[in-house]
């Protein structure tokens, strides 16, 4: 076999064609989205108020496993991508570990993360359905800065609400994002009704991902020719990003590589559900044994310490039901650095998975993640996003396990994206200050109380 | 002919194994740099005081043509290269020209910049001629950036003096540094006896690299193990900077493709050195006639309105004497945006070439080129450091002769670096605030005014 390369690069026609649509595959059919009012399952017709027309289509296809990526889509993609899958050869070695360790690096694109894989589809739908502007929520300005780039290429006018919390973290972002044409709001604003309401509720709030959410749908939904265009949680977005796993899988395979376990940082479950796309389908074929391992903050424990049940998407109670590990729209978490983590729910292809037993989770508290981060750093060269720092840690992990039992695992985990946007982060744990939350038993209780009736 | 994919990568083994010595094509030697003190030739053992053994003696090589690369260099090199070389399709498609453009980007690992491929095997020797510690100067950040990772890596300590205007604009290029572990120390600054003498002198001055070189080189001279470690000016820097162009070069070849037009941007010269060194090794062979064009701001116009004598590479007056287009070394140029390149000299070599008719040169102000980068990001998807901006415009410009006059004329620039740390330039450049600022003639006669008597 051939020496394995620090990275593995695809030549740009070895680069997929078709994303893998994972919900094809599950053995039983998700339980159906719920209309909010009616409180019966959601119609196409009814999702195309918010979402673009393909979106919707993507979102409740249930049959095809692979769909065709349009060229328009590829030419788009092939400006940034295909995007490494690195071997840490030093890490390993300043591990000490038998263990092999890979990592799908998906910052080397100006919006520094993943996130610009969906963002190109969506916006080329929208383009295509002779939209004009879209909307959306950012929580560590990794989305909007991606749609940021999208509406900038295909034209389209775009207004991003951003989590408070970031904006302010951030300032660099919301420039970019301003740079590529799009306009940035802190959210809770007083721009939206919702918006007003939360401001009335929690005065001083650092707002969450699902007050930006709802504000961004509001706008979506009274405004002519605008679409919401979200960046994670649903199963389309999880489609597009099929990419990362795809392109994962094309280069090991070259190499007969077939990884033991596979982890990704997981907010809405966007990354992790895009790589593991490919290796969770043959292991719905019975084709490996693969552990899968999702990541996500102590702070926000979706996965660990949620409840798999109905739940709104958003604080504002504006989308559809979904049935998923939530930890109530209600809850809000802790100021947490990882600001693409702050999520009270998950992806339902995702909490179905983990609900049958399919995938693991793990919580971690961020300065250990950090930690991580700053070892990973020195050795690999690379400064990653707070989001990212979730798998790696976990990635070490189980390298330093296998250093114990002398195992020698192969273990892939998704890179998402640069903490060139998170030094105001880094900085807080360089000066020792940053400091853990983790909500009490009573705190997730409050957030449970915010359920919906249905689940009764 | 195979279709020419949007990013050309070469594959670990293709990598460059030898660095190009570009002195040793010159057709007659330079003249010699001279000891401040005697006025003569410098010789390898008064260099040592400053510079580790190693970069002297590649300094003044002036007959290997090609110097090996050490493996525990290519090691790290293979985590963050090859670069690749970028087919800009839909730029060209945007300006609507027949000129095909490619750029080498070298904005992909975490310093994002092309600084790393010198900071990496000058810390690499340092480290194998048992020094501790090891000191520079930095303007934008990118070198700093660049020598932390490198120190984080190998393990040696570092005092980065940072010119003080660029470390206000950007607080968070301090914060990587600091995460790899290094000491940064805005400058001008009380440490050392040149920073205070020239804050006595210039009270409120944002700094120089002048200042800042003067400081580090005292450190260097003053503190045990140590030594002081050169970004950007120096031959052995160009020397490892020539991994750009042999990189782009085997790129290119593999298509046939040989550009008509070279762009580089111009502070120290390293990128534009780097990047011609094949090209104009094969000029200088006569086996070309390429067209070499060295960018660099109007507000510090070296090439363009320099002189071509004896001065100093610092404001202290410290370093030895170079033959070298100069503003004269008590040129402060005015505040500007791409601290990289407001350096009073120029490396040598690149001197020599424009002295020689080799190479032109154009001065662009920053208004200009943030206007040509506006138009690169939204149909690149690329962020460019305002560096870069500088090579991309006069591609463009190129270009966009090119539809005027029908010729398809390939075209290759080199895009340093990101714009991620930057974006309080884009911010200014978005608001409509930015000016510009040219020097008068009679400024440029007080920078004259300040070059050293032997050119008399």
């Known amino acids: 076999m051939a020496n394995i390369p620090y990275k593995i690069y695809l030549s740009e026609n070895e680069m997929p064609q078709f994303w893998m649509n994972l919900q094809a595959y599950l053995p039983k059919k998700l339980d ?96 295509e359905q002779g939209l004009t502007n879209v909307t959306t929520e950012t929580g560590a300005g990794q989305w909007g800065t991606a749609l940021a780039m999208a509406t900038g290429y295909y034209g389209l006018g775009l207004k991003v609400f951003m989590v408070k919390s970031s904006a302010e973290q951030k300032p660099h972002r919301k420039a970019v994002m301003e740079t590529y044409g799009g306009t940035v709001i802190p959210s809770p604003s007083d721009t939206t009704a919702v918006g007003r309401k939360i401001l009335q509720e929690h005065p001083g709030t650092g707002g969450s991902l699902g007050c930006a959410i709802s504000e961004a749908v509001e706008v979506a939904l009274n405004q002519e020719g605008t679409r919401y265009l979200l960046g994670s949680v649903l199963n389309h977005v999880l489609l597009h990003q099929s990419v990362i796993g795809l392109e994962a899988k094309a280069a090991l395979d070259k190499y007969n590589i077939t990884p033991d376990v596979v982890i ?45 049940a109905y739940d709104y998407g958003d604080t504002g109670r504006m989308t559809p039901l979904m049935k998923m590990y939530t930890l109530g729209s209600g809850f809000i978490p802790s100021s947490n650095h990882a600001g693409g983590l702050r999520y009270h729910g998950m992806n339902p292809i995702i909490s179905q998975l983990r609900h049958d037993g399919l995938v693991d989770a793990v919580a971690y508290e961020q300065t250990r993640v950090f930690r991580a981060a700053k070892i990973f750093c020195k050795s690999e060269g690379n400064l990653p996003a707070p989001e990212s720092n979730h798998a790696l840690c976990a990635a070490m992990d189980e390298a330093i396990r296998c250093k114990e039992t ?50 009764l």
Request: charged share 25%.
């Open 406 to 455: 002398g195992e020698k695992k192969k273990i892939l985990f998704c890179l998402t994206g640069t903490g060139f946007f998170d030094m105001p982060a880094y900085m807080l744990y360089n000066s020792g200050k940053m400091t853990d939350s983790i909500p009490t038993d009573e705190e997730l209780e409050q957030g449970f109380a915010t359920l919906p009736e249905i689940n």
């Open 264 to 308: 990704g940082c997981t907010g809405g479950g966007s990354n992790f559900g895009g790589l593991i796309a490919p290796y969770m389908a043959d292991r719905l074929e019975g084709k490996n044994n693969i552990r899968f391992v999702a990541v996500e903050p102590a702070s926000c424990p979706t996965l660990t310490r949620g409840r798999f």
């Open 32 to 127: 159906p989205m719920l209309d909010p009012k009616t409180g019966r399952p959601v119609t196409e017709e009814g999702l195309r108020a918010v979402f673009t027309d393909e979106a919707v289509r993507q979102e409740l296809n249930t049959t095809d496993k692979l769909i065709e990526i349009p060229q328009p889509i590829l030419d788009f993609y092939r400006m940034y991508r295909p995007s490494p899958v690195v071997r840490a050869y030093n890490l390993e070695k300043m591990l000490d570990t038998p263990a092999e360790l890979y990592y799908k690096f998906e910052g080397t694109n100006t919006s520094g993360s993943h996130k610009l894989n969906s963002a190109v589809p969506q916006v080329y739908y929208a383009r």
